[in-house]
């Protein structure tokens, strides 16, 4: 790979390639590091902090979480098709860096006011948590869509050889792995059981990170002009306005992508389930204080950073996207189920550095797959479509939240779970242990039937499609 930024032009007028130096690809890795980490604290606190410590009931945490899922489903593809679109910033600042910079501070203000509720009591006046729920984390959704977005839109277009897609998703995987460590690690090492306090002190450490995480991240997020320019050369000849209804109907058509948005989803599943039970698992099944759920999250995170070599290597040895993903998602399946049975601590810990070892090899191949399936949408399209695919993929992650809202809230309800108890039954323990383990592994074996089945993108139609490309033009 060459390290100085340099263009390629593969056939006369037909697509700019630019090859960009690592240092780009570690500056926009950054946005991943955000992302992450922003993510991990969210998805392993927000029900916990909501129902456990705030005492909410199941059954408004989880209806919460639903209603944010479905504004999530209205606007997610609708914030990718408008940021999709040309505007008068396009041609000089790019199509997604305006985006990228004008939502960062509303979407880190609403993620601050998601730990910051009303004091009020949750059995006399639960309407107003719930309302403060609903509110906060529904504002937080819209600005943080347009920005993820936005941020994962540019990927398939900014790095667009196989070669340098597969590089820069190794890069992107490692930063932001540091950044899932961080949100997985610091907030159990910060926070105290029943001290709300100790959470708004979490929130303010996490806000400033992110702020230093985004000024790192500009150099990588800057698009290449090439790029801009051929993409409105390209708006220029194709002056019909595109339906959003239209183009979502064509978009389901393409097999391969709806193989993937289903794996995606029952992956993000797996992940926010597991996170999500670790919380309730430290304090009520291990009956241990909330810093023990920092090594607990840490192992399955070693396990990954010390897999990503072979992941790498393996995948840039086969060429097989498709087959990587397929053995990395065996391998979280298979270490995840004994998680419903085990209580010991150090059997825990060295069934989660396994676990990791998959998550490892599922997490790298995200972006190059995403790529593949962005490059045959503008081969059977010829339209670049970057973040309305992106809106819906962020749409199935959300979607995943709300399946582990509804379980929790199934499973509690069905076995006796108290909100704000500091100790619970056996059967609810017993709830606890099967929302941690197997219930998740479940989801992710059909999620990796369905990607097995249908998706077939591989190393040979991968270069077919290229070729197409090049006829193309975009």
């Not at 479905?70 to 000089?92: A, H, K, Q």
């Not at 900014?158 to 995987?173: D, H, P």
């Not at 090899?361 to 670049?384: N, Q």
């Not at 970057?386 to 582990?404: C, K, N």
Request: charged residues 15%.
């Amino acid at each position: 790979m060459n390290e100085n930024s340099s263009d390629k032009k593969i056939c006369n007028d037909e697509i700019v390639e630019i090859s960009h130096p690592k240092k780009i690809m570690v500056s926009y890795a950054f946005g991943n590091f955000m992302w992450e980490f922003i993510e991990g604290v969210l998805v392993i606190l927000v029900f916990f902090f909501y129902e456990a410590e705030l005492g909410l009931s199941s059954t408004l945490t989880a209806l919460g979480f639903i209603i944010f899922a479905i504004w999530n489903g209205f606007n997610d593809p609708l914030l990718g098709y408008i940021t999709d679109r040309p505007n008068r910033l396009t041609r000089r600042w790019g199509r997604r860096f305006p985006w990228l910079i004008i939502t960062f501070i509303p979407w880190i203000i609403c993620f601050f006011l998601i730990f910051n509720p009303p004091n009020v009591n949750p059995k006399e006046s639960p309407w107003i948590l719930f309302g403060w729920l609903v509110l906060t984390t529904c504002a937080f959704d819209t600005f943080f869509s347009i920005w993820y977005v936005s941020y994962g839109s540019l990927f398939p277009d900014k790095f667009r050889m196989r070669s340098e897609r597969l590089m820069a998703a190794g890069i992107t995987t490692y930063v932001g792995f540091f950044g899932l460590v961080l949100g997985f690690l610091m907030p159990p090492s910060i926070i105290i059981y029943g001290r709300i306090s100790s959470y708004i002190f979490m929130v303010w450490i996490c806000v400033i990170i992110s702020v230093i995480a985004m000024i790192i991240m500009i150099p990588g997020i800057r698009e290449d002009k090439r790029m801009v320019e051929k993409f409105l050369a390209k708006c220029e000849e194709k002056k019909e306005k595109e339906n959003v209804y239209l183009s979502l109907k064509q978009v389901l058509k393409q097999k391969n992508f709806v193989a993937f948005l289903i794996f995606f989803l029952l992956y993000q599943s797996l992940t926010i389930m597991m996170t999500s039970s670790f919380m309730y698992f430290v304090r009520y099944v291990i009956k241990a204080e909330a810093y023990i759920a920092t090594f607990i999250m840490a192992m399955f995170l070693i396990g990954g950073l010390a897999a990503l070599p072979f992941w790498l290597k393996y995948s840039n040895n086969t060429k097989d996207y498709r087959k990587t993903i397929i053995i990395a998602s065996i391998i979280m399946i298979c270490f995840a189920i004994p998680l419903t049975f085990l209580t010991d601590l150090t059997l825990i810990l060295i069934t989660m550095i396994l676990f990791g070892i998959g998550v490892g090899g599922v997490w790298i191949m995200i972006s190059p797959i995403h790529g593949d399936i962005i490059d045959e949408s503008v081969s059977l399209f010829e339209k670049r479509r970057e973040g309305f695919y992106g809106g819906l993929r962020y749409f199935s992650g959300r979607i995943a939240m709300v399946i582990q809202a509804i379980t929790f809230a199934i499973v509690h309800i069905s076995t006796g779970f108290v909100e704000g108890a500091g100790k619970q039954t056996s059967l609810a323990i017993l709830g606890i242990q099967l929302h941690t383990g197997i219930i998740p592994a479940i989801l992710m074996a059909i999620g990796t039937l369905i990607f097995w089945k249908f998706y077939d993108i591989t190393p040979d139609k991968a270069e077919k499609i290229k070729e197409k490309l090049e006829e193309v033009g975009l």
